[in-house]
Structures are given as C-alpha cells and as structure tokens.
C-alpha cells in the first residue's frame, strides 16, 4: 500500500505530539521531590544547603524520562515533518 | 534550526566540512589554551605568602568551583582525576554558555555530547580495570549469577547514551525555543518589541540556568561513577 507523502508528514507530526506525553509523568515526579525538598528544608533548616543539592540532582535525573520523549519528538519533526 | 554558516576546506578532492558549532567550539579551545598559559605563568611567579588577586585568585576560585563539584564523590584514591575533570568542566560550561552571545552551543551537537560521554566512559572502564585486572572485571559482569551477563552489559552501556541524550536535549530545546521566540518576536513587529522586555529572562533560564545545571549533573553523575569502581576493593 502507497502513503501519500503529506500523511507521513502529518502522522509523524501527531506522533510527536504523542511522544511529549511523557511529560506528564516527569512533571508529577518533579513536583514530588520538590514537595519533598521544601517539606525536608522545614522540618530542618540548617540542612538547606545539602537538601537543596540533593534535590536538584534527583529532579535532573527524573528530568531524563522527558528528556528522551523530547529527543524523539525532535527526531520525528526534523526527519520526518 | 536556522540554516547557519559553514565552513568548507577544500584540498584537491578532499572536502571537510565544519559545522558552526564545531567551529565554535575549536575558538574556545583555542582562546583557553592562550588563558591557561598565561594564567600558568602568573601562577608560577605569584608569591605564595600573599593574598592572590588579579588572575590567579580567578584561577583559584575556578579550581574550588571544580572540587566543589567532583570532590564528594570521588575518592581519595581516585583524586588524581581532578585535572581531567576540571578540563571537561570548564570546556562544558563555556559551550553551555555561548548562547549568550548569540553562537549557536557546541553542546546542541549530538557529536559534541557523545564525545565528553564516551570520554567519560573510558575513564570510568580504565580505571575498574585498573582496579583488579581484566579478569576480575569479566567476572564481575557475571555477578550474582552468569544469566544476568546481558543485563549487566546494557547496565555498562547504558550510562553514556544517557548522559549523552540528557545534555542533548536540554540545550537542543532550549536554543529552539529561544529562535522561536525570537521569530515571534520578528512576526509580530512593531507591537513585538515590547517582547525584548522578555528576552533576557528567556537566557536567563535556559542558557544560564540550564547550561550551569546540566553541567552540574553530568559531572556529579560521572564522577560518582567514577568513585564507585573503587569503593568496592577499598573496603
């Protein structure tokens, strides 16, 4: 079966679209540390400066889910779209 | 992306082709190799019992900035890394930042990404097998059991093309929202230059913030890898 060029285009453009719903799930993840971090910092404020390091790199590695979403709806509207 | 500038050398048949971000890249190199030989030179005259200033107090808050980064991790055995890893750094953090002024980020090409990875990658297995021979390192990809070989060696190659997508996309994203921007900015003129007014939170975030931070991660990652091929022998 033939495809019609502007129906792959338009496909990989929705597919896209699809991909960055991965985001979802990284929003919530970083949400949750970041709850966590302010929860942690006031229970215990002289600890600040470690909880803060600490968060930031947990949030950077739960970022890498998105991240990879990202990449793929990048590769999909530069090759394809 | 904007179509941007290439170089072409051409000797005889022979065609090469360099990118503008490799280009700017090689700029940097070679403008801190001329900073580093200076600044070594001050450093070898500058007179120990006084206060530092000028360039080689800079020099030194520029190596605290690096342990600061890559100390907790590594181990006292694998502290002579430190020079490496301050080379990586500073090269990382002055690509990550070029968008500042306007120069497309060496870092937003995939190469660029995979190379400082696959560096890291090579420095993490030269030193597990430094650490007890290339036997010892064979047995321990077969560690608990010999069926679990295949997982432990996508656990080995998996690190890298993580570092490396991480790093990608970030910076990728980021310079692609700030062109879009700018071409809305464009567009819409002349009621869009009242968005100018917006721009430099835009570089704020994603060059600034982005770039300090994902260099942050990538060295905070490798050298804790790095660290964990020797604590297991160490105690």
């Given at each position: 079966m033939e495809f019609n060029q502007f129906f792959v285009q338009g496909m990989a453009l929705l597919g896209a679209g699809i991909a960055m719903v991965a985001g979802l799930g990284q929003g919530i993840g970083q949400g949750f540390a970041a709850g966590k971090g302010a929860e942690s910092v006031g229970r215990n404020p002289e600890a600040s400066g470690k909880i803060q390091s600490i968060m930031v790199l947990g949030i950077a590695l739960a970022e890498t889910t998105g991240i990879y979403s990202l990449v793929i709806a990048i590769l999909l509207i530069f090759v394809k779209g | 992306m904007s179509q941007v500038s290439e170089i072409i050398i051409r000797i005889g048949d022979f065609k090469l082709e360099i990118q503008q971000s490799i280009f700017v890249w090689l700029c940097i190199c070679f403008f801190s190799m001329f900073f580093f030989y200076f600044a070594g030179k001050k450093i070898e005259k500058a007179d120990p019992s006084k206060a530092p200033k000028g360039l080689v107090y800079v020099c030194e808050e520029i190596y605290n900035l690096i342990l600061y980064v890559v100390q907790g991790n590594l181990k006292e055995t694998t502290l002579h890394y430190v020079p490496m890893f301050g080379t990586l750094i500073l090269l990382m953090l002055v690509s990550n930042l070029t968008g500042l002024i306007g120069l497309q980020n060496p870092t937003s090409n995939v190469s660029f990404n995979a190379t400082l990875a696959v560096t890291m990658w090579l420095m993490w297995q030269y030193q597990a097998i430094k650490k007890g021979g290339f036997v010892a390192r064979l047995k321990e990809?077969?560690?608990?059991?010999?069926?679990l070989t295949p997982l432990n060696i996508i656990g080995e190659l998996a690190p890298p093309i993580s570092l490396t997508m991480r790093l990608f996309g970030n910076i990728l994203a980021g310079s692609i929202i700030t062109l879009m921007i700018y071409t809305l900015i464009k567009n819409i003129?002349?009621?869009?230059?009242?968005?100018l007014t917006l721009t430099p939170f835009i570089h704020m975030y994603f060059d600034v913030f982005s770039g300090v931070i994902q260099t942050y991660i990538f060295f905070t990652l490798g050298s804790f890898f790095l660290g964990q091929q020797v604590s297991k022998e160490a105690e």
């Open positions: - | 990809l077969t560690e608990p059991m010999w069926l003129a002349p009621w869009g230059y009242l968005g």
